[in-house]
């Protein structure tokens, strides 16, 4: 299976927020050299919100990530990740962590779309607080990184929220599922519209080339398998787009986004990855 079942999906997030993870993890983030704006609303909805992570000193306009949570397009919340804001914006990148429609009630693409619209509130108000709008990434983790693809490979979501579709300067997906058809899970199948939609899949819309990726998977992860990412870059170069792909052993699902948190970094170089990908860009 491209995709584990919803059951696995379930698993490894109720262990991420029950079992304790995310608590520990949050007690080791420092809590000095960065300011957090919460609760930003980018749209009138309840989960239409982000928070900023705003380097300290800001002398000139910053490089900006726009992070979109995992969770099966059905669980998890930008609060989960202070850890993430803190990793980057201790190396002077704005970063944004977004919230966006889940299921139930909201189906494919309203994750989507309100993702467009988180990207183009942050892009209207990078100034405001510190950042660069000609320099926004786009980054996602599992679900998050599909939504994350989705918007740099189909230039429709940003078209239809008022903004240019070329204005990402680069993506990010992490353990993200690009190619996942046909869907064998019920609540999936319902998420989705249907079992073979084609058009809820990113790797549906490269037909040209696109922004430079990154494309980051844990050889070990049975959530979503490795292969999305080796599929999707493949189509991503032959289509001429630069795509560095990132595969690091020993490492899950789970593993692979807590290798950006202080305490868990030799897990893999998705940090140092990351870092040098955006300063590349």
Same mark, same amino acid.
Request: glycine share 12%.
């Given at each position: ?16 927020? $029950? ?14 050299? $960065? ?19 705003? &380097? ?24 989960? $990740? ?21 299921? &139930? &009630? ?15 509130? =942050? ?29 740099? =490979? ?88 630069? =795509? ?38």
């Amino acid at each position: 299976m491209a995709v584990g079942t919803i059951a696995n999906a379930r698993a490894w997030f109720r262990t991420l927020l $029950y079992g304790g993870t995310v608590a520990m993890v949050d007690a080791l983030v420092p809590r000095r050299g $960065y300011a957090v704006q919460k609760d930003i609303a980018y749209g009138p909805g309840q989960r239409q919100v982000l928070d900023i992570y705003v &380097p300290d000193d800001l002398t000139v306009p910053a490089p900006v990530l726009l992070f979109f949570h995992g969770g099966s397009w059905q669980f998890g919340d930008k609060n989960q $990740y202070r850890a993430l804001g803190q990793a980057f914006a201790s190396k002077g990148i704005v970063t944004a962590v977004a919230n966006y429609g889940l299921f &139930p &009630p909201h189906g494919f693409p309203r994750f989507v779309e309100d993702a467009a619209r988180a990207f183009r509130h =942050v892009r209207g108000n990078a100034r405001a607080f510190g950042g660069d709008p000609d320099r926004i990434f786009l980054c996602g983790h599992s679900a998050g990184a599909h939504i994350a693809t989705m918007l740099g =490979v189909n230039g429709d979501y940003l078209r239809e929220a008022g903004v240019d579709p070329v204005s990402p300067r680069g993506i990010i997906g992490i353990a993200g599922p690009y190619d996942f058809l046909p869907l064998k899970d019920p609540v999936l199948i319902e998420l989705f519209g249907g079992d073979n939609v084609p058009q809820t899949q990113p790797i549906h819309f490269v037909d040209g080339k696109r922004a430079p990726m990154l494309l980051a998977h844990g050889r070990d992860d049975t959530t979503v398998g490795a292969g999305n990412s080796k599929r999707m870059a493949q189509k991503l170069q032959s289509f001429g787009s630069e =795509v560095v792909v990132r595969y690091y052993d020993g490492t899950g699902h789970i593993g692979i986004l807590l290798s950006l948190a202080p305490g868990f970094r030799k897990r893999a170089t998705l940090y140092q990855d990351m870092l040098a990908f955006i300063a590349a860009h």
